[in-house]
């Protein structure tokens, strides 16, 4: 199959969502509420063509979330650096039952855009980097994508539920919303820890999942995914290639969404596992310069969340607790376990109650046998002292992220949301001080 690449540039991706947003002007000038704290969108209901299209099975998605990070203190850079980075997205979901009759089918495009840099190398040592990162919209590439191009079709009363094409996996598996602006704390976890086979947003590959409702509340699926060196690659997000094959992703997972007690409240559990055909280095047998042997990788994942309290007699208010795990192989993964625990807090005041705080605690642990290899390279290559560019840093033990945010719904259509992180052993390396950073997320709905 010939390259999208060549034939769509990052010209022509610029010119197809600006195009877009001007064929929106004339509606958003004239729209009534636009810019209304009440209103959704920021440009409006373009006079009430927005939600008339909604409610006919087309529904638009233009999003903008940035999120800027600082070092406060600490860290392997100890000068004072800011950085920014962003992301755009532009989205269509037709409701195909809508408007063509096809019964519980729908059809989901989604293009991105991600800029920007990290704060990662100023506060981790540049030669590893921080296993988890400041700035989780930075991820995946700084570049256009073609993020989601897919159909979903449910078939007996939504008894069974198939989507296939252009996908992402943690849209699907291990999925759950979250605000923090620390990677750590995020959905698709399982796929942070070994995101050389699991991609998460917005990176996506060749796939798809069938699912399997036992009862509305209780849930079970399936994925198959290909992997394909170019799905990753800055430059390469609307290639379309299914070869070079490096090998397939096949997560399953058991899920149960119930509401609990009188006041319903909402929870989301899910247990899964992962299996990747690719051949991946086996880090203990590395020898003479060199792995000697390859081997497929494997791991797990647990998430727990569950809303404990409501306030104000409103299940839309409360405390929630969010608890997640994962376990990967030790022979071919870096990160080998992961755990973190958060609370968040909707509507703390009733004068605000649409805001929410948030507090999170991340373990990120490296692998011993990794370990090993970084001190046996270190040895063949007669490096012993740290401050040599040929020395390999020893990444050992745990790196422990930790976050406190305030989201302020300022509008309906605007979020903004100062934090505070702190990092212990940045990048699992002993000889990297501690660091505090200070960071502010901001989320516009177009």
């Given at each position: 199959?010939?390259?999208?690449?060549?034939?769509?540039?990052?010209?022509a991706?610029?010119a197809?969502?600006?195009?877009?947003?001007l064929?929106?002007?004339?509606?958003?000038?004239?729209?009534?509420?636009?810019?209304?704290?009440?209103?959704?969108?920021?440009?409006?209901?373009w006079?009430?063509?927005?939600?008339?299209?909604?409610?006919?099975?087309?529904?638009?998605?233009?999003?903008?979330t940035m999120e800027t990070a600082s070092n406060?203190?600490g860290?392997?850079?100890?000068?004072t650096?800011?950085?920014?980075?962003?992301?755009?997205a532009?989205?269509?979901?037709?409701?195909l039952?809508?408007?063509?009759?096809?019964?519980?089918?729908?059809?989901?495009?989604?293009?991105?855009?991600?800029n920007?840099?990290?704060?990662t190398?100023r506060?981790?040592?540049?030669?590893?980097?921080?296993?988890?990162?400041?700035?989780?919209?930075?991820?995946?590439?700084?570049?256009?994508?073609l993020t989601?191009?897919?159909?979903?079709?449910?078939f007996?009363?939504?008894v069974?539920?198939?989507?296939?094409g252009?996908?992402?996996?943690?849209e699907?598996?291990?999925?759950?919303?979250?605000k923090?602006?620390n990677?750590?704390?995020?959905?698709?976890q399982?796929?942070?820890?070994?995101?050389d086979?699991?991609?998460?947003?917005?990176v996506?590959q060749?796939?798809?999942?069938v699912?399997?409702?036992f009862?509305?509340e209780v849930?079970?699926?399936?994925?198959?995914y290909?992997q394909?060196?170019?799905?990753?690659?800055r430059?390469?997000?609307?290639?379309m290639?299914?070869?070079?094959?490096?090998?397939?992703?096949?997560?399953?997972?058991?899920?149960?969404?119930?509401?609990?007690?009188?006041d319903?409240?909402?929870?989301?559990?899910?247990?899964?596992?992962?299996?990747?055909?690719?051949?991946?280095?086996?880090?203990?047998?590395?020898?003479?310069g060199?792995?000697?042997?390859?081997?497929h990788?494997?791991?797990?994942?647990?998430?727990?969340?569950?809303?404990?309290?409501?306030?104000?007699?409103?299940?839309?208010?409360?405390?929630?607790?969010?608890?997640q795990?994962?376990?990967?192989d030790?022979?071919?993964?870096?990160?080998?376990?992961?755990?973190?625990?958060?609370?968040?807090?909707?509507?703390?005041?009733d004068?605000?109650?649409?805001?929410?705080?948030?507090?999170?605690?991340g373990?990120?642990?490296?692998?011993?046998?990794?370990?090993?290899?970084l001190?046996?390279?270190?040895?063949f290559?007669?490096?012993t002292?740290?401050?040599?560019?040929?020395?390999?840093?020893?990444?050992?033990?745990s790196?422990?992220n930790?976050?406190i945010?305030?989201?302020?719904?300022?509008?309906?259509?605007?979020?903004?949301?100062p934090?505070?992180?702190?990092?212990t052993?940045?990048?699992?390396?002993?000889?990297?001080?501690?660091?505090?950073?200070?960071?502010i997320?901001?989320?516009?709905?177009?």
């Amino acid at each position: 199959m010939r390259s999208i690449k060549k034939a769509v540039k990052k010209p022509a991706l610029t010119a197809i969502c600006a195009t877009f947003l001007l064929s929106m002007q004339p509606a958003i000038v004239h729209a009534a509420d636009a810019f209304s704290a009440d209103s959704p969108w920021m440009f409006g209901d373009w006079g009430g063509t927005r939600s008339e299209l909604k409610d006919n099975g087309v529904d638009f998605q233009v999003n903008y979330t940035m999120e800027t990070a600082s070092n406060l203190a600490g860290g392997y850079s100890t000068s004072t650096t800011a950085r920014y980075s962003d992301q755009q997205a532009f989205g269509m979901n037709l409701d195909l039952q809508k408007l063509l009759n096809w019964d519980d089918t729908e059809f989901q495009v989604t293009i991105t855009n991600r800029n920007g840099q990290n704060l990662t190398n100023r506060v981790a040592d540049p030669r590893t980097g921080m296993l988890s990162s400041p700035q989780e919209v930075y991820g995946r590439g700084q570049t256009w994508r073609l993020t989601q191009f897919w159909l979903r079709k449910g078939f007996f009363n939504d008894v069974l539920d198939i989507k296939a094409g252009r996908v992402t996996v943690g849209e699907d598996f291990d999925n759950f919303d979250s605000k923090f602006q620390n990677l750590a704390f995020g959905s698709g976890q399982a796929g942070n820890w070994r995101g050389d086979h699991w991609y998460n947003w917005p990176v996506s590959q060749w796939g798809g999942r069938v699912r399997l409702n036992f009862t509305p509340e209780v849930f079970m699926q399936v994925g198959f995914y290909n992997q394909n060196p170019y799905n990753y690659n800055r430059g390469d997000g609307f290639r379309m290639e299914f070869s070079p094959t490096e090998g397939n992703l096949v997560p399953v997972e058991l899920g149960w969404k119930p509401q609990l007690g009188a006041d319903k409240l909402p929870g989301n559990y899910r247990v899964g596992f992962y299996y990747s055909s690719a051949n991946d280095d086996v880090y203990g047998s590395w020898r003479n310069g060199s792995n000697q042997d390859t081997a497929h990788a494997y791991g797990g994942y647990i998430l727990a969340q569950q809303q404990l309290t409501t306030q104000g007699g409103s299940s839309d208010r409360g405390i929630s607790l969010t608890v997640q795990a994962v376990m990967n192989d030790h022979k071919t993964s870096k990160t080998d376990n992961y755990q973190s625990i958060a609370l968040t807090w909707k509507g703390p005041f009733d004068a605000r109650p649409q805001d929410e705080i948030g507090i999170g605690v991340g373990r990120i642990h490296i692998n011993s046998t990794w370990t090993e290899q970084l001190k046996n390279q270190n040895r063949f290559n007669n490096q012993t002292d740290y401050n040599s560019l040929a020395y390999l840093p020893i990444q050992e033990g745990s790196e422990y992220n930790y976050e406190i945010y305030y989201n302020v719904q300022a509008t309906k259509w605007l979020q903004l949301r100062p934090n505070l992180q702190f990092i212990t052993a940045p990048g699992a390396v002993s000889r990297v001080d501690n660091a505090l950073v200070g960071g502010i997320t901001a989320n516009i709905n177009f």
